[in-house]
């Protein structure tokens, strides 16, 4: 079993739908959550950072962390062609010298005009 | 925001050759970078762990010899892909920390280098 799963998609959505973007986890120790985006070809640029359970919000994007049922996701409202790319979820267990992050496979998202 | 560049963004060499990667924080100093690979398709896996001055930390499974990684300074890694072959071709992604940042948990990453060798 993967310590993260992750959904590959793809998933297509006509412009303008709200998106969820969901990945679980087996590590109890996992703390530190974030989503990265990835376009073809490119580096991941990071989405949205959570630490333990809990929402958070930025613009379009909501991020919601629930540790009692290792869940994690992504939501984005009114989405844009713009957002198509792939999204990766990646946790660790702490942010010291360490900060080893785990990724999920990514989900390939296509939004249509 | 901090940026991390790397180079060569793509090269082709031939089996059997070593290829050297760069890797560089352009306004931050990285006490610690990362090397990562990516498969088509599949997400990043960790490959080591490069700290200042010191050695890096291998993953499970990747062979030290093979790859190695050289973290001279606190804006430069480098990694070498030693004696390569087809099955090495992959994309490499490194990032960067910035300890001294206000979002010290934040990995910067660089745009890849492509390696095809054939």
């Known amino acids: 079993q993967k310590e993260v799963e992750q959904d590959p998609g793809p998933l297509s959505v006509p412009e303008g739908a709200i998106v969820s973007l969901n990945c679980t986890y087996s590590?109890?120790?996992?703390?530190?959550f974030m989503w990265y985006r990835q376009y073809s070809r490119k580096g991941p640029e990071l989405l949205m950072y959570?630490?333990?359970?809990g929402n958070k919000e930025d613009g379009r994007f909501t991020a919601q962390v629930d540790k009692s049922s290792k869940y994690i996701s992504l939501f984005i409202r009114d989405s844009q062609p713009s957002d198509s790319a792939t999204y990766l979820c990646?946790?660790?267990?702490?942010?010291?010298?360490?900060?080893?992050?785990?990724f999920g496979q990514g989900t390939t998202l296509q939004v249509k005009p | 925001g901090a940026v991390v560049s790397q180079h060569p963004s793509w090269v082709i060499c031939k089996s059997g050759t070593s290829v050297k990667i760069e890797c560089r924080s352009l306004?931050?100093?990285?006490?610690?970078m990362f090397w990562y690979r990516q498969f088509p398709k599949q997400s990043l896996m960790l490959m080591a762990t490069s700290n200042e001055g010191s050695k890096a930390t291998y993953e499970q499974g990747v062979e030290k010899d093979k790859f190695l990684i050289n973290h001279a300074s606190l804006t430069l890694s480098t990694l070498t892909v030693t004696s390569a072959h087809p099955e090495d071709s992959s994309f490499y992604i490194c990032s960067a920390r910035d300890f001294s940042g206000a979002h010290s948990y934040e990995q910067y990453f660089g745009p890849g280098t492509r390696l095809t060798v054939t």
């Open positions: 990646a946790m660790s267990e702490g942010s010291g010298n360490t900060g080893k992050l785990i």
């Open positions: 590590n109890s120790a996992f703390q530190y």
């Open positions: 306004d931050f100093q990285a006490t610690t």
């Open positions: 959570t630490y333990s359970s």
